[in-house]
């Protein structure tokens, strides 16, 4: 083996003769031949000498108007054909790993998303499956979702309350869970299992501004007036998290997912709503066109149908 790699290694023989051979072996000319690979007459003329000199052979029988492959130049055809497909597959094989190895999903987020863990244990799963397929996490509201996904700056989001007004976007339901109201331990509903909307009239609330998502806000807004509860809003949170630390500070009490049980400070009580009146629907959209629609796609089935792993109760 070392003998016949120290004579490749000491021979001028390079891919470009065994293209060139081929070409002229399959259309039988030189000038067709030539044609065939984009090069003049005279070089690859040049090149098929070089080629039989090198391997020491005649590989054609010239004639004026056509040439022939002798019976070894059939033989080397063969062979010659099967080292570019092998190159030819190598290349291929070698951009599809680079492009597997760089390849990337944004996925938008917002906090709440992640409470129950059953998301980010989807999305860690989709990556285990996907190796070569970085996933980065952008959080954001969810009308920055929406502008993000519309640039192509993310490929995912994950929004609560379902897009709209967009014809550039698709979006899924993923889950719905109730709303619960958060108070301090030391709150006077803190010891109750259940309360209604109303009762809250006198309570000071916390909650985020309404340019984070204007329809969340509203749908809030809308049932709790029907319900006989208006909200003084004394603080602005910047997410719920912000807002559970207001709740905990005593500034005011707020209305937050059920899944909040798992992340809220020690010193804050989530209560049922009476009736269970409100709700919040979390949904993964996307772009119709999107630049990665395999992995984009990949995703979002991955995501599907997902468990939000809810407790069945509040403390």
């Known amino acids: 083996m070392r ?19 081929l070409a002229v072996a399959e259309e039988e000319h030189f000038g067709r031949g030539a044609k065939k690979v984009c090069v003049a007459q005279p070089a690859i003329s040049r090149q098929i000498q070089q080629l039989e000199q ?26 010659a054909r099967v ?10 094989e070698t951009r599809h790993v680079n492009r597997a190895q760089n390849a990337r999903i944004r996925v938008g987020y917002v906090d709440i998303a992640f409470y129950s863990g059953a998301l980010p244990e989807k999305i860690r799963c989709f990556q285990e499956h996907n190796p070569g397929l970085k996933v980065e996490l952008i959080p954001g509201t969810s009308v920055e979702q929406t502008a993000l996904l519309e640039s192509g700056d993310i490929d995912v989001g994950l929004i609560y309350q379902e897009p709209i007004g967009s014809s550039r976007l698709d979006s899924r339901k993923l889950s719905t869970e109730p709303l619960v109201v958060a108070v301090h331990q030391d709150n006077k509903f803190a010891r109750r299992s ?8 006198g309570e000071p609330f916390v909650w ?3 340019i984070q998502n204007p329809t969340l806000f509203d749908h809030v807004d809308e049932v709790c007036r029907r319900c006989g509860l208006r909200r003084r809003i004394v603080q602005d949170g910047a997410n719920d998290l912000a807002q559970l630390a207001l709740v905990a500070s005593r500034v005011g ?9 798992q ?15 409100l709700n919040i629907s979390l949904y993964v959209a996307w772009r119709k066109d999107a630049v990665t629609p395999r992995a984009t796609r990949g995703l979002v089935s991955a995501l599907d149908e997902v468990n939000a792993g809810l407790v069945n109760h509040c403390d």
């Open 3 to 21: 003998n016949r790699l120290d004579a490749f290694a000491a021979s001028r023989l390079e891919f470009r003769h065994l293209r060139y051979f």
């Open 54 to 79: 090198e391997l020491g052979v005649q590989l054609f029988r010239r004639s004026h108007n056509r040439v022939r492959l002798t019976e070894v130049g059939r033989y080397f055809m063969e062979k």
């Open 83 to 92: 080292i570019i497909n092998s190159m030819t597959l190598a290349v291929e």
């Open 194 to 201: 259940c309360v209604s909307l109303s009762e809250l009239s």
């Open 208 to 210: 985020f501004d309404r």
């Open 253 to 261: 009490v707020t209305l937050s997912p059920l899944s909040a049980i």
């Open 263 to 277: 992340t809220k400070p020690a010193n804050v009580r989530l209560i049922r709503l009476q009736g269970r009146p």
